[in-house]
């Protein structure tokens, strides 16, 4: 069975990190580019990173760029997103998607003092 | 910047058939694929359409995509309406710099 299974989320401070993590079953892994994707509380969804499959090429949103950096250990069958100076507006379900695809169950980071 | 714009809600009655449409805000939409997500309350989402108009195994062929380039949009087409259909439906493609986009969002109602 193919899927994504998200961890690592949690209640964190404005200005903190967090480091979530992705675990990948059922296909090859290092044959696909991944994406980041969360959704704020009552919200739409908004695409966050994107990591081609021999993390060649990394893009991320504005609304992250130069706090977030995105990540993957194909050996291991991974996915991270490291959460820099984080801030109210990141609170989010974040999902780890192969858009078109395949969709984890999510994560929740709450960024709340 | 690029933008898809979905309406914000649709209903339809039990057997019927609905469109939800997904319009770009600049360029050709037809430039990059556009994909189709469901998502029920409490869920995370799921593919109902890739590639413009290709279902995922375990889709019912209810569930059709199209383009319309003259009109810049991509619909989503749910024939046979049950209220298992009941649920936020959200577009997604590309932009120029191959990052991605959602609509916003349209929640459809069977009643």
């Known amino acids: 069975e193919v899927q994504l299974v998200e961890s690592g989320g949690g209640l964190v401070q404005p200005g903190g990190s967090l480091r979530l993590s992705c675990a990948a079953s059922?296909?090859?892994?290092?044959?696909?580019?991944i994406n980041w994707v969360r959704q704020a509380p009552g919200k739409g969804l908004e695409w966050v990173s994107y990591?081609?499959?021999?993390?060649?090429?990394?893009y991320y949103a504005d609304s992250v760029k130069g706090r977030f950096t995105i990540s993957r250990d194909n050996a291991k069958n991974s996915l991270f997103l490291q959460m820099n100076s984080l801030r109210a507006e990141d609170t989010a379900v974040y999902y780890c998607?192969?858009?078109?695809?395949?969709w984890g169950q999510g994560t929740l980071v709450t960024v709340s003092s | 910047n690029f933008m898809l714009t979905q309406p914000h809600s649709v209903s339809e009655s039990p057997g019927k058939t609905v469109t939800i449409s997904c319009t770009g805000s600049?360029?050709?939409?037809?430039?990059?694929?556009v994909q189709w997500y469901q998502q029920r309350p409490g869920s995370a989402p799921t593919t109902v359409i890739y590639?413009?108009?290709?279902?995922p195994s375990g889709v019912p062929d209810r569930f059709s995509g199209s383009i319309d380039s003259s009109s810049n949009s991509a619909s989503l087409t749910i024939s046979g309406l049950k209220t298992e259909d009941e649920a936020d439906y959200y577009c997604?493609?590309?932009?120029?710099?191959?990052?991605?986009?959602f609509g916003g969002g349209t929640r459809l109602t069977v009643l």
């Open positions: 998607a192969r858009l078109g695809a395949t």
């Open positions: 059922g296909f090859t892994f290092s044959s696909y580019s």
């Open positions: 990591i081609s499959s021999s993390s060649s090429t990394i």
């Open positions: 600049s360029g050709s939409i037809a430039s990059n694929y």
């Open positions: 590639e413009d108009n290709q279902r």
């Open positions: 997604q493609s590309y932009d120029s710099s191959d990052q991605g986009v």
